[in-house]
């Protein structure tokens, strides 16, 4: 077993009786002096192989002493190991007067929870700016870190709040002299952003839906007990923004046992990190929790998917891991891919815990450190096979795992509505394009929440839920919302329900081209595509798009997700589904923005009438396949003549519909979007406190 940098002192198994390893090696030192060449592990060879070794060299090159072997490492191992647990130079940095801080600081501030940008829209000088990203593990937001969140966006940022994929907020275009004013406030206001970016565990999920359900809220807890055994304990955070103050909740003294245990080797003995050490992770981590059933975390796209196991009464009795997943990957590099997390065994409740560290241990040691479009946990699982992996985080664990608990079908699940908490009181799930709070929504939101004193939940699909609403409180509540532009679910266009994209432009610096800004007008389009085909308007597809090919709106688990690879270009991948439990495949590369429909008309037209019943998307392009679906799109020659061209389950005649489609193309829509459009204000403007 080989040793990360800032490795524990875990017991290493020689299978070769000739060479022994002595551990000499301390990693638990300060970044300042840990990490030396003489501290590294030293070899020592028995007699009869330091002879045969010796005869060896003596006949070709005279004998040399042998040399400690430098490990390669990235340049962030480097700057990780200098910066005193993630202290220096960011702390200097902060204190001057330019606008922006430099490199290194720039990757450790990522620890603190926020990334160094600029506006790529505007040319000459770079206006920096920082983005900032909260810790939510559920999307658990109380009442009062809601409204600061949402005055800082309106005093310190772009007057937006973003929910991301991972159940947080994203504050956009804060100023580098805003920052300790700025963390310090969410601080303060019992929130976070420690960890919610860097090489550590990121944030938590959870299915956000506030039921009163045994399995839901024994999630929940392991998720939030999860976030606590991960987070840094070295005081790094507290230190640069609150002058050391810690403003922490009492933890669990399960989550303080766990943590502590070194029975098998985990920990660096009297370190301020006991788990990370002084070089934390590899890369990011990223951790779901959820119940059966109920895929709205996405659970296999993370490192470690956590699911609930309960007996036949409802009660929780352990739960099933599984590991690998993970999104990321570089165009043009085929070793390089997006993976779904596999099974890796069974664990009674109460070791998750123990198990959970095990295998982030395991990454720890073990996970590529040298090259970092190589470091994800996956990478490590492809090259060693589960089975051997399996084995390395037993010995960490300190027991076997137990083989995975069989486990109904897996559904996605938006809970967008109003639904019954199971105590008495309601939630309301809120759908919002691609996450964006802003304008009349984000007043709408405050008045509510402010109003009648809501907590709220951020789900991992962008959306927020709006909790613990009584009974007396649902009409006037439901008729502020339609007022504020925040629909119920069946006045939004289906496309849009499960549809989710990346900032991408102007502020992300590794967008190639555009994805939320983009994407309204692309579902437009394949709105008009399936009207010109003859689909129906309650039929959909899962669509994500991303800026670039590291997923983080999670595209390769889509039925039809576009990924940028160059300017205003996709590459297409197929083959996702609805209930995220298959991996999309490579579809075709560098296809033009306004080209999209030569790609998409002869795959929806074959899909609405070559597929089998009640067979999504998703389903039929793997059934059919990539060569097969290739040649469809290229022989397109467009919708045989006498296919419908025109809905008339909305449009009574032809003339009706072209007079709409006319008034509809002056405002760059379709005829039936114009005409739902004009549905949904007529509804709106009559609400009557009536609405479901």
Not at 112 to 139: A, I, W
Not at 489 to 497: A, C, I, S, T
Not at 664 to 680: E, F, G, P
């Amino acid at each position: 077993m080989t040793s990360s940098f800032g490795a524990a002192n875990a017991a290493t198994i020689v299978k070769d009786p000739k060479l022994q390893i002595g551990r000499s090696f301390n990693g638990l030192k300060s970044a300042s002096n840990s990490l030396l060449l003489n501290n590294r592990p030293q070899i020592f060879r028995s007699s009869a192989a330091a002879a045969s070794a010796s005869f060896i060299r003596a006949v070709s090159t005279p004998v040399k002493p042998d040399a400690p072997v430098e490990q390669k490492r990235s340049k962030v191992e480097i700057i990780k190991e200098h910066s005193n647990f993630i202290r220096y130079p960011l702390n200097e940095e902060l204190l001057t007067e330019a606008s922006n801080i430099n490199e290194a600081a720039t990757q450790l501030i990522k620890f603190h929870g926020s990334y160094q940008q600029y506006n790529r829209d505007e040319r000459g000088v770079k206006s920096y700016s920082f983005m900032l990203r909260t810790k939510n593990p559920c999307g658990k937001v109380s009442n009062k870190l809601y409204l600061v969140m949402d005055d800082l966006a309106d005093e310190f940022g772009i007057s937006t709040l973003r929910l991301t994929t991972r159940q947080t907020f994203q504050l956009h275009g804060v100023l580098k002299k805003d920052l300790k004013t700025v963390m310090s406030t969410i601080i303060k206001s019992m929130g976070s952003t420690l960890g919610a970016c860097g090489d550590l565990n990121r944030n938590v999920l959870a299915p956000a839906a506030p039921y009163n359900r045994k399995d839901y809220l024994f999630a929940q807890k392991t998720a939030e007990n999860i976030a606590a055994l991960l987070t840094p304990q070295s005081g790094f955070y507290y230190d640069m923004w609150v002058d050391g103050e810690k403003f922490m909740s009492a933890e669990p003294p399960e989550v303080v046992k766990a943590r502590n245990d070194n029975s098998h080797g985990t920990n660096f003995p009297d370190s301020p990190e006991p788990i990370y050490g002084t070089q934390f992770l590899p890369r990011k981590f990223k951790i779901a929790v959820t119940v059966p059933t109920d895929n709205s975390v996405d659970l296999f796209t993370n490192d470690i998917g956590v699911v609930v196991v309960s007996d036949a009464d409802g009660e929780p009795q352990g739960f099933n891991l599984y590991v690998g997943g993970g999104m990321g990957r570089t165009h043009r590099l085929e070793s390089t891919f997006p993976r779904m997390a596999e099974p890796l065994g069974y664990v009674p409740k109460e070791d998750i815990l123990y198990a959970v560290k095990a295998i982030v241990v395991t990454q720890r040691e073990n996970g590529r450190r040298d090259d970092r479009k190589y470091s994800r946990m996956k990478y490590l699982i492809s090259s060693w096979g589960i089975e051997k992996f399996r084995t390395v985080v037993e010995q960490y664990y300190g027991r076997k795992f137990e083989p995975c608990h069989d486990l109904p079908e897996w559904e996605f699940k938006s809970y967008l509505g109003w639904h019954e908490q199971g105590d008495g009181g309601l939630f309301c799930g809120l759908h919002v394009d691609s996450g964006r709070v802003k304008g009349i929504m984000k007043t709408t939101l405050r008045e509510i929440i402010q109003k009648y004193n809501l907590n709220v939940r951020i789900t991992p699909n962008q959306n927020i839920i709006l909790c613990d609403i009584r009974q007396a409180w649902k009409r006037p509540i439901t008729t502020a919302l339609a007022q504020g532009g925040l629909l119920q679910p069946r006045f939004v266009d289906p496309l849009n329900v499960t549809a989710m994209a990346c900032p991408a432009f102007p502020l992300c610096p590794l967008a190639i081209t555009e994805a939320e800004r983009g994407i309204p007008d692309i579902l437009k389009r394949v709105r008009a595509v399936f009207e010109k085909v003859g689909l129906k308007y309650n039929e959909s597809v899962v669509i994500r798009i991303t800026g670039c090919p590291n997923g983080c709106a999670r595209p390769y688990m889509a039925e039809l997700g576009l990924v940028g690879d160059g300017p205003n270009s996709y590459q297409i991948w197929l083959g996702g589904t609805p209930n995220q439990t298959s991996l999309a495949k490579s579809f075709k590369d560098k296809v033009k923005i306004q080209d999209l429909e030569k790609v998409l008309e002869p795959l929806f037209y074959h899909w609405k009438r070559k597929r089998l019943s009640k067979e999504s998307f998703g389903d039929f392009t793997n059934r059919t396949g990539s060569e097969k679906l290739r040649e469809l799109v290229d022989k397109w020659e467009g919708i045989p003549l006498g296919a419908s061209r025109f809905n008339l389950k909305l449009f009574a005649d032809k003339e009706t519909y072209e007079a709409v489609d006319a008034l509809a193309r002056l405002q760059d829509k379709t005829a039936h979007q114009l005409a739902m459009d004009v549905i949904r204000n007529y509804v709106s403007s009559h609400q009557n406190g009536k609405i479901e």
